[in-house]
């Protein structure tokens, strides 16, 4: 299967300080790469798709300025958690896929994010 | 909206076969079924995915009903790795409605 890489793999945090998570497709070009959030014992929620060149569509309820997510190139999605705060904690994996119809999605390894 | 079911959970011995159900009685024609896993602490992997016909790759086997109302994946030597909680997604080949969308899926637990 293909490839996707995150960085880092954990993170830990003041309140209040802004966070990056970088997200590479390593051996395919994704035309639209996916986040998703994960709490305890629950399942994975979706935050955004974003396309290749284009703002990203956000999922009911995620604010688009407490995540920014920028997909600049066909290997290279970032999302920035902006003004974290304990409550951001979770488990972010994000999620790529080629433009072809039908084609498969491939995940990430995830980021773990700790918000003192 | 939930668009699929499974049982929270199940459990087999090591060597044997794991055979986890799925049902999607309201799935659209054009529809895939899609089965990931996600152990632990990991980001789910992609294990197999179907349209009408029986699947088989290395890792499992997807067998769906002629109705296409439900499937199951067949892993057909289970070992203590293949624990996991699989999820099991049915998915628009493009389009807004071509992103997975994750229910709470099974948990297999594979005992020694």
């Given at each position: 299967g293909a490839v996707v890489s995150q960085h880092p793999s954990r993170v830990i945090c003041k309140s209040g300080t802004s966070v990056k998570i970088e997200c590479r497709s390593l051996d395919f070009q994704a035309t639209t790469m996916f986040w998703y959030r994960q709490f305890p014992k629950q399942s994975l929620m979706l935050m955004a798709t974003s396309n290749e060149g284009s703002k990203a569509t956000y999922e009911q309820g995620v604010e688009k300025d407490k995540f920014l997510i920028n997909?600049?190139?066909?290997t290279l999605s970032t999302l920035t958690v902006t003004s974290a705060h304990p409550e951001d904690s979770s488990f972010y994996i994000c999620s790529a896929r080629r433009g072809r119809p039908g084609d498969t999605q491939y995940f990430g390894p995830g980021t773990r994010l700790t918000v003192l | 909206d939930a668009k699929t079911t499974q049982p929270p959970s199940m459990d087999c011995a090591e060597g044997r076969a794991a055979n986890l159900p799925c049902n999607h009685s309201t799935i659209s024609g054009n529809e895939y079924v899609y089965w990931y896993r996600q152990i632990h602490s990991q980001g789910p992997q992609y294990i197999i995915h179907g349209l009408k016909n029986n699947e088989t790759n290395e890792m499992a086997s997807l067998i769906i009903t002629e109705d296409r109302k439900s499937s199951t994946l067949i892993l057909p030597h289970a070992t203590l790795r293949d624990t996991a909680v699989y999820y099991c997604i049915v998915r628009y080949p493009?389009?807004?409605?071509?992103k997975l969308t994750f229910g709470k899926g099974i948990t297999l637990s594979v005992r020694p």
């Open positions: 997909h600049a190139s066909l | 493009t389009g807004a409605n071509s």
